[in-house]
């Protein structure tokens, strides 16, 4: 028997404006106002150098001049077209985080059209009710949708990520097209389905390499063996995308390899790269992802999980056996990676939201309620607590709060955005009108269980993207040590050689100007060296190279990063 039993009352569907403007509240926030931070600037750094590069710089993803192997160039060529298009009229650095709004939206309309399609399928619907009553498929495949749309939206790794300018949040959003294309190739396997699942697939090694696109056409192909598709025309099917695939991955792969730029293979550091991402299963992989991820996929796990125990009973369904064969190889594929990034995780999230969202209407309704209100007090509290920060640190009350936020930024004052305060007022008022509306309407619609805890996710992104935005750009962003640098160069001074990270040799660049050393280029006449003023022993200590007498020009750092320390010298003549 089917454990899901509704009425037609429950599957009234989200309206779109408030679907849509729930997306635009959740991503346009920290892209919109937000500097250069540490955590994404060495993306961004590739993309700026591509936009004002040439096609060598296209074919080889550099930093001014540093070679970055790791990731793909999709991503990056995303970024830097954007910065073709739209730079003049929004800047660089806002113009390449246009790509990452793009990503967003396709990440999260793939979702939502998934878990349309399985919700719409016959196995999938509710029971019959006696005297009748229950929702049409294509009711019940919005409501569904929505409701995974909702999960996907509140998950704390999500959020973590997806304003980012990184490989990794592009390669979450083609994971969730490639699921939405399984879907409609499972359903109906024809040549246009095929050929779209290896456009995704390319796009995928294009971005990440191409370890995670064969886990996934190993994962559909086992599922297509599971659910008995037939063999042959599946073969013959997924052949044909896996020529799409390498066709779309020779776009970058062909012209690097014969036109070697900077005298560089790129192909072969990229494989090279690729390669140390595969292993055994270790402890550090196995304790990276537990710790990581009870808190990365929440609120999906609990759900999704439970979906899996509520439809037990029942085989050979789409909506389960697709995203739990998607979840359990991408997760395999983790724990083989030596030194797994947190970002990689980003693909778990589209199939665990999808079957979240069917597991959601097989809880009781105490079960949902106690969900609604763990939401309310705990987001409510939280929000609370940022107002009071904000308060405390403009107006120096209560004193030790302001101690505490102050201290961590030496040197800032604090200063009232009319426009940000604006926006979070706002945010609160709709907040409080959100959970007027749970409590006094008392609805029925399946989607309620996790609209508030996705609607006060994002209350509390908006705080700290308008409150706090100043504090954080304050310090996460090389802005100002990039000008002292720039002003302490000669007049007459060529290429700067660094030792530099990714990270600060983007922000510097693009925020300093500073001509650093290209590919291939000599020796410079300056050196900008970064260390930490915790080291105490000399012999670790960054110096520059011996055979020469160095001036030091400047010396300094982040007034809110007590590690980092960097020093420009000159050889002498």
């Given at each position: 028997?089917?454990?899901?039993?509704?009425?037609?009352?429950?599957?009234?569907?989200?309206?779109?404006?408030?679907?849509?403007?729930?997306?635009?509240?959740?991503?346009?926030?920290?892209?919109?106002?937000?500097?250069?931070?540490?955590?994404?600037?060495?993306?961004?750094?590739?993309?700026?150098?591509?936009?004002?590069?040439?096609?060598?710089?296209?074919?080889?993803?550099?930093?001014?001049?540093?070679?970055?192997?790791?990731?793909?160039?999709?991503?990056?060529?995303?970024?830097?077209?954007?910065?073709?298009?739209?730079?003049?009229?929004?800047?660089?650095?806002?113009?390449?985080?246009?790509?990452?709004?793009?990503?967003?939206?396709?990440?999260?309309?793939?979702?939502?059209?998934?878990?349309?399609?399985?919700?719409?399928?016959?196995?999938?619907?509710?029971?019959?009710?006696?005297?009748?009553?229950?929702?049409?498929?294509?009711?019940?495949?919005?409501?569904?949708?929505?409701?995974?749309?909702?999960?996907?939206?509140?998950?704390?790794?999500?959020?973590?990520?997806?304003?980012?300018?990184?490989?990794?949040?592009?390669?979450?959003?083609?994971?969730?097209?490639?699921?939405?294309?399984?879907?409609?190739?499972?359903?109906?396997?024809?040549?246009?389905?095929?050929?779209?699942?290896?456009?995704?697939?390319?796009?995928?090694?294009?971005?990440?390499?191409?370890?995670?696109?064969?886990?996934?056409?190993?994962?559909?192909?086992?599922?297509?063996?599971?659910?008995?598709?037939?063999?042959?025309?599946?073969?013959?099917?997924?052949?044909?995308?896996?020529?799409?695939?390498?066709?779309?991955?020779?776009?970058?792969?062909?012209?690097?390899?014969?036109?070697?730029?900077?005298?560089?293979?790129?192909?072969?550091?990229?494989?090279?790269?690729?390669?140390?991402?595969?292993?055994?299963?270790?402890?550090?992989?196995?304790?990276?992802?537990?710790?990581?991820?009870?808190?990365?996929?929440?609120?999906?796990?609990?759900?999704?999980?439970?979906?899996?125990?509520?439809?037990?009973?029942?085989?050979?369904?789409?909506?389960?056996?697709?995203?739990?064969?998607?979840?359990?190889?991408?997760?395999?594929?983790?724990?083989?990676?030596?030194?797994?990034?947190?970002?990689?995780?980003?693909?778990?999230?589209?199939?665990?939201?999808?079957?979240?969202?069917?597991?959601?209407?097989?809880?009781?309704?105490?079960?949902?309620?106690?969900?609604?209100?763990?939401?309310?007090?705990?987001?409510?509290?939280?929000?609370?607590?940022?107002?009071?920060?904000?308060?405390?640190?403009?107006?120096?009350?209560?004193?030790?709060?302001?101690?505490?936020?102050?201290?961590?930024?030496?040197?800032?004052?604090?200063?009232?955005?009319?426009?940000?305060?604006?926006?979070?007022?706002?945010?609160?008022?709709?907040?409080?009108?959100?959970?007027?509306?749970?409590?006094?309407?008392?609805?029925?619609?399946?989607?309620?269980?996790?609209?508030?805890?996705?609607?006060?996710?994002?209350?509390?992104?908006?705080?700290?993207?308008?409150?706090?935005?100043?504090?954080?750009?304050?310090?996460?962003?090389?802005?100002?040590?990039?000008?002292?640098?720039?002003?302490?160069?000669?007049?007459?001074?060529?290429?700067?050689?660094?030792?530099?990270?990714?990270?600060?040799?983007?922000?510097?660049?693009?925020?300093?100007?500073?001509?650093?050393?290209?590919?291939?280029?000599?020796?410079?006449?300056?050196?900008?060296?970064?260390?930490?003023?915790?080291?105490?022993?000399?012999?670790?200590?960054?110096?520059?190279?011996?055979?020469?007498?160095?001036?030091?020009?400047?010396?300094?750092?982040?007034p809110a990063d007590r590690d980092e320390r960097f020093r420009l010298y000159q050889?002498?003549?």
């Open positions: 028997m089917k454990p899901v039993r509704l009425s037609a009352a429950a599957t009234l569907a989200l309206p779109r404006w408030a679907l849509f403007a729930l997306g635009l509240l959740y991503i346009l926030p920290g892209l919109i106002g937000r500097a250069d931070w540490k955590d994404d600037a060495g993306s961004f750094g590739i993309m700026w150098t591509m936009a004002h590069g040439g096609i060598s710089d296209w074919l080889v993803p550099n930093i001014a001049g540093m070679q970055v192997p790791d990731d793909g160039p999709l991503a990056f060529w995303l970024g830097a077209l954007c910065i073709k298009l739209f730079g003049w009229l929004m800047g660089d650095m806002m113009a390449a985080r246009m790509s990452t709004i793009g990503i967003f939206l396709a990440g999260t309309a793939s979702v939502w059209w998934a878990a349309f399609h399985l919700g719409r399928r016959q196995d999938a619907q509710p029971l019959r009710l006696a005297f009748g009553g229950q929702p049409e498929p294509d009711d019940y495949g919005r409501t569904l949708a929505d409701t995974a749309a909702l999960i996907y939206l509140g998950c704390l790794g999500l959020l973590m990520f997806s304003h980012e300018t990184l490989a990794v949040t592009l390669q979450g959003g083609l994971v969730a097209y490639f699921l939405y294309r399984a879907v409609r190739y499972v359903e109906a396997q024809t040549v246009r389905n095929a050929v779209l699942i290896g456009v995704s697939l390319g796009a995928l090694v294009l971005t990440r390499g191409v370890l995670t696109p064969l886990t996934l056409l190993l994962a559909l192909f086992l599922c297509t063996r599971f659910l008995s598709v037939p063999l042959v025309p599946t073969l013959r099917q997924l052949g044909l995308a896996v020529l799409t695939a390498a066709l779309i991955a020779m776009v970058w792969v062909l012209p690097a390899w014969l036109m070697a730029p900077y005298g560089l293979n790129p192909v072969d550091a990229w494989l090279a790269w690729t390669a140390r991402q595969i292993g055994l299963p270790s402890w550090i992989s196995i304790k990276t992802f537990f710790r990581v991820g009870i808190w990365f996929f929440w609120p999906a796990w609990p759900f999704a999980g439970w979906a899996i125990y509520a439809w037990r009973r029942q085989d050979h369904l789409l909506h389960i056996v697709l995203p739990l064969f998607f979840v359990g190889a991408l997760t395999l594929l983790i724990l083989c990676d030596p030194l797994p990034e947190n970002g990689d995780m980003l693909k778990l999230l589209p199939p665990l939201a999808i079957m979240a969202a069917f597991g959601l209407p097989t809880m009781k309704r105490g079960a949902i309620n106690a969900i609604d209100w763990f939401s309310v007090m705990v987001l409510t509290m939280l929000s609370a607590i940022v107002w009071l920060f904000w308060i405390a640190k403009l107006t120096g009350w209560p004193a030790q709060l302001a101690k505490n936020v102050l201290k961590l930024l030496p040197g800032y004052r604090p200063e009232v955005g009319v426009l940000g305060f604006v926006v979070a007022l706002g945010a609160t008022i709709g907040w409080i009108a959100l959970v007027h509306w749970r409590i006094s309407r008392q609805p029925a619609v399946l989607w309620r269980a996790v609209v508030l805890s996705s609607g006060g996710l994002i209350l509390l992104w908006v705080l700290l993207m308008t409150l706090f935005l100043p504090d954080f750009n304050y310090s996460k962003s090389y802005a100002s040590v990039a000008r002292q640098i720039a002003g302490s160069l000669p007049l007459d001074s060529g290429c700067i050689n660094s030792n530099v990270g990714a990270p600060q040799r983007a922000s510097l660049a693009f925020y300093g100007k500073l001509p650093f050393d290209k590919i291939g280029s000599a020796k410079c006449d300056l050196i900008l060296l970064q260390d930490s003023v915790k080291v105490h022993d000399e012999r670790e200590l960054a110096k520059p190279p011996p055979g020469a007498e160095w001036r030091l020009l400047w010396e300094g750092r982040r050889r002498a003549p």
